[in-house]
């Protein structure tokens, strides 16, 4: 997708060195920065320099190969790879694009397990790219029907980023926003702040910003009263790890705009790439919620006049805090969920039938 008019994926590979969008500096700042080892990759995903299911997944991957570039030894790599999976522990790509890998790699010789390697990070990434742009196409449908009955701006809200910062383009939940825009149709997106790190107003309008589209910020528990007064016409969010019972876990306040949705008969759908579907587990409450350092509440980042980046503390300094950062959405409140196969109910039913 575009920043200042320049097409962009958010991680590439080049001479020995994996290149980022600095996700932290945004949206003040656009900084590209290099990765040169496993534990440079582990960093950026635990500081959230990359952040999103899809994206962290294709991080870990490359930090596999980067860890065979600095030491091709089979007790490294293991390490390397057990280090990297439980750098963040809710979404479920980390630990599949890992596995994946290793799989790969099993029983090749050390002559030949960069190549391999490499070729398979690659294949992780162009494959997300593939699924991403076909979860737009699937849910342009769902935009399409809702813009022929209204025949005026269809109102779509999102939480978090799931745009294409969050993957390595298109984004899931945000593809079909950007398909639809495409193709004319007339959307506005309502984007929910997401605190206490705002991926949505940071991100999320940022890049919708790049790409021309009308969107407007807001606070995270505005949503319900705009469901009311009838100005949301659907719900699209993105997911860290989806249950094959069709239970979802997604940035915290999802559950919330899932329930204002019911009481509002909004539909909320889920888009996803197969990556994101846990078929391990069945009780939602077993699904790792990451919880992360109470500073990311108690201060906030900003920009002054000049343009100086500044972090101040806004609680008092005795109070305590908790950093949730995932909830989980029951399959009874989601319309159905839109992958890269098709839009399915959010059910084992429903998945099974997609994806045999
Ligand atoms: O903590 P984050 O910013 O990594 O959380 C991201 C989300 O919750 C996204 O909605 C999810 O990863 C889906 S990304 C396509």
């Known amino acids: ?29 656009f900084i590209i920065k290099d990765l ?31 860890s065979i570039i600095e030491k091709n030894d089979q007790s490294f ?33 050390s002559d030949e397990i960069l190549k391999v390697a490499l070729e398979e990070a690659k294949a992780i990434v162009e494959e997300d790219v593939a699924f991403c742009k076909s979860i737009g196409e699937n849910g342009l449908k769902i935009i399409q029907e809702i813009a022929s009955k209204k025949k005026d701006t269809v109102n779509i809200l999102t939480h ?21 825009h495409q193709k004319g149709i007339k959307v506005h997106v309502w984007v929910d702040e997401t605190r206490p790190r705002n991926q949505g107003a940071n991100l999320t309008s940022y890049e919708l910003n790049e790409e021309g589209i009308p969107n407007t910020i807001i606070t995270d528990n505005a949503g319900g009263i705009l469901m009311q007064r009838g100005e949301v016409d659907l719900c699209i969010v993105g997911t860290d790890r989806t249950l094959s019972t ?57 920009v002054d006049e000049n343009n100086n980046v500044a972090t101040v503390r806004i609680y008092p300094e005795k109070s305590k805090a908790l950093n949730l950062a995932f909830d989980i959405t029951p399959a009874k409140y989601v319309t159905g969920l839109i992958t890269e196969k098709g839009i399915c109910e959010a059910s084992e039913k429903g998945l099974r039938k997609i994806f045999k």
């Open 77 to 109: 790599l293991k390490k390397s790879s057990e280090d990297l999976i439980s750098s963040r522990p809710t979404a479920i790509n980390l630990k599949w694009a890992v596995d994946r890998m290793i799989k790969k790699l099993s029983g090749i010789n």
């Open 160 to 180: 978090c980023n799931a745009g294409w910062l969050a993957t390595i383009d298109w984004g899931t939940a945000t593809s079909p926003i950007y398909h639809a």
């Open 246 to 302: 069709g239970d979802v876990a997604n940035k915290i306040g999802t559950y919330l705009k899932a329930l204002a949705a019911k009481d509002n008969n909004v539909p909320f759908y889920v888009a996803l790439p197969s990556s994101t579907i846990d078929w391990s587990i069945k009780d939602f409450k077993k699904i790792p919620i990451e919880e992360r350092n109470s500073e990311e509440l108690s201060h906030v980042e900003g």
């Open 1 to 29: 997708m575009q920043i200042n008019g320049k097409a962009y994926r958010t991680i590439w590979f080049e001479n020995n060195t994996v290149k980022i969008i600095d996700q932290t500096k945004l949206p003040h700042q």
């Open 36 to 66: 040169k080892t496993v534990k440079d990759s582990i960093n950026a995903i635990k500081t959230m320099e990359v952040r999103g299911a899809p994206l962290i997944g294709a991080t870990a991957a490359y930090g596999i190969v980067l």
